[in-house]
């Protein structure tokens, strides 16, 4: 006959075998704020390398809801990162993986579903001191109804250790577009003129396939993208007087890879 262990001993073995992995991911993570339809938390991808920490702020989204990218659209509120509280800090850098165009009720907006992580990359004043990120994170996450959130955050980067969340830290951070410059996005992008007032088209060059496009411009401007064909029309729009002319970054996600381009609308 099988015999059972006292109930007292499997309680015993569950914490020694199940403690290290949850002791080890505490220390990598903040507690997640948790909101009625989301949750976020900070994570770290180990100790500082080359004086430079690598992290990143997860949101963490329920079925059916959205986030926005750092421009949606004509709808939407950009995630706001609030770092001023932390300590021995001198720079945050945050990044935004390269996005989707989502339909929100009708209207078209960009941004995330599922799960989105934001990587940074976190200078110290002090590279010898601790470090602890403060974060006041405010965000909307969007279902049926829309709904603002807010979390305080808060994570002592952990200065020796493997990280649990390395791996999904360095996977958002090859979502990342790279940055080009103007001689490259010649090469790449070709932009003219439309008959339609306050419209272009783009066509990709390469390499790969264009699969999508995001343009941005500085408020009170926005730009609206759709594919035409193998081409994408960008029509801009005010909620004040247009300008003649206009600077505009334009994110390509391809087959390959995804980039941001600067451009000149006029």
């Known amino acids: 006959m099988k015999?059972?262990?006292?109930?007292?001993?499997?309680?015993?073995l569950a914490t020694t075998v199940l403690?290290?992995?949850g002791a080890a991911e505490a220390d990598f993570a903040s507690p997640p704020s948790k909101g009625a339809v989301?949750?976020?938390?900070?994570?770290?991808?180990?100790?500082a390398q080359g004086g430079v920490y690598r992290a990143g702020v997860e949101i963490d989204l329920n079925p059916a809801t959205i986030t926005y990218w750092r421009q949606p659209g004509e709808a939407g509120s950009p995630p706001v990162f609030d770092f001023s509280r932390s300590?021995?800090?001198?720079?945050?850098?945050?990044?935004?993986?390269?996005?989707?165009?989502?339909?929100?009720a009708g209207t078209i907006v960009a941004g995330y579903d599922?799960?989105?992580v934001f990587p940074l990359k976190v200078t110290p004043q002090d590279p010898k001191a601790p470090v602890t990120l403060n974060l006041t994170l405010d965000y909307a996450a969007?279902?049926?109804?829309?709904?603002?959130?807010?979390?305080?955050?808060?994570?002592?980067?952990?200065?020796?250790?493997?990280s649990p969340f390395a791996a999904e830290i360095a996977a958002a951070e090859k979502r990342v577009p790279q940055k080009v410059g103007a001689a490259e996005a010649k090469k790449?992008?070709?932009?003219?003129?439309?008959?339609?007032?306050?419209s272009w088209r783009l066509s990709y060059k390469g390499p790969g396939k264009a699969q999508d496009v995001f343009p941005e411009v500085a408020e009170p401007l926005f730009i609206e993208s759709k594919r035409d064909g193998a081409d994408f029309t960008l029509t801009l729009f005010s909620t004040g007087a247009?300008?003649?002319?206009?600077d505009a970054t334009i994110t390509v996600v391809t087959d390959k890879e995804a980039f941001e381009a600067p451009a000149r609308l006029e």
Not at 147 to 153: C, I, T
């Open 38 to 47: 989301s949750a976020a938390r900070l994570l770290a991808a180990g100790p």
């Open 87 to 104: 300590v021995n800090v001198a720079r945050v850098e945050t990044s935004f993986p390269a996005p989707k165009h989502i339909d929100e």
């Open 242 to 246: 247009k300008p003649k002319a206009a």
């Open 3 to 12: 015999r059972a262990f006292p109930t007292y001993i499997a309680v015993f």
């Open 188 to 198: 790449r992008l070709a932009l003219r003129k439309e008959d339609a007032q306050d």
């Open 19 to 21: 403690t290290p992995a």
């Open 114 to 116: 599922g799960k989105v």
């Open 142 to 162: 969007c279902g049926k109804i829309c709904l603002p959130a807010k979390a305080e955050l808060s994570l002592a980067l952990p200065r020796a250790g493997a």
